[in-house]
């Protein structure tokens, strides 16, 4: 049976912290960890949280031994490298040999972490990435220093490279997410189905007529959002490649207004409003870096995007219906493959297909009320208030540790074949 620790056992207890950490290798980790500290200061004071709670965001990378820049990294996984990254992703601890997790990782690369522990004594300790995950676990058997760990999957599916015998719970975003962890050894007590953590604004309903006042939008046409830009240009190479071979065909949606975003990549808005004048499209707007996207997304009917976990389910708790683009890759496919098998999304390989897709939904506006019907089943809007009140549970048990240098183990046999 777990057992209470003593009152002042940590000198964290006058004032409470929760480090929720997150990698900078792609924008949704971050994202989501930003989503769960609000949810920890909205429920300040209720549902287990502490009024004088500290909540505390950090990057795992800005405590390694040697520093990369982890979006550089990710992002040549997105070229000539996909189909090798893909190759690793789907086969790698996916079936009987398993990975436990182990201190040899935190002694050798990320001794600071430790550090932080030993100074912080943070009472829970949240993980939306698998290196802040695995760091964790490791300076926990290090430092003898008890706190809860609480992995957060980001996409649709479970790499088999998170600390699975020494997580205390996942929250992840699917049954089918469960029945992963389930063979792996990973107790039904020990998985929460909370969905993917999202901020604050996505779960508002807005006036959506207001609303596209506001972006100067027309109220008599379906909005459709083309997401074509992150913090990096790399990863939308393709996208944006067949999202071009598409724009000739827009003139003829003519009930429809294409509404591109390049995120913050400033030279790719510049070259796309040129070309729009000069083929003189009027269906068309090119936003720079839109600061609510949530209302902007409200405020739509439609979007074609990449599988991102975090951006379809920003569109799955906005309510926004979507067209994922392009051939996927590693989690990505996860997610095109879970999104599609609920008809909660359509899927277009090649542009083509993109363009066969939106003369359909053109001429049949009422087949994106059927993908939403189907999306909500996956659409879980308040998961960052949820993983928040599931941590609080395991808050101040202490259990029997073991140690590890490294750990792998036998499964069992898995659910789900990739």
Known sequence: MP????????????APLITIMHASVGSGHKAAAHAIADAVNYLKGRDGVPENAVVEVIDILDFGRIHFDGNKTAASFTGAGRPIYDIQWRYTLTGRVLWGGGTGWSKVMF????????????VAVICTHITAANVAVGARMITGIEYPIICVPTDYEV???WPHKETDLFCVATEFMAETLRPRKVEAERIRITGIPVRHGFTEHVNREACRDVFQLPQDKQIVLIMAGASLPQPYVLFRAAIEQTIPYLRRLDSMHFVFLPGRDYEYAHKLKALFKGMKLGNVSVFDYVDDMATLMQSSDLAILKSGGLTVTECLCAELPMVLVGKSYGQEKANTT?????????HATTPHELVSTLERLHNNPEALQALLTNARALRKPHAAQDIVRATMELVGIKRDR??????FYWGEKPAHVR
């Open 111 to 122: 001794p600071a972490f430790n550090e932080y522990i030993r100074a912080k004594q943070p």
């Open 338 to 346: 879970l999104l599609t098998s609920y008809g909660a999304s359509m």
């Open 159 to 161: 790499e088999g490279w």
């Open 3 to 14: 057992e209470l620790l003593p009152a002042g056992a940590s000198q964290s207890a006058a």
């Open 402 to 407: 073991e140690v590890h240098f490294v750990e």
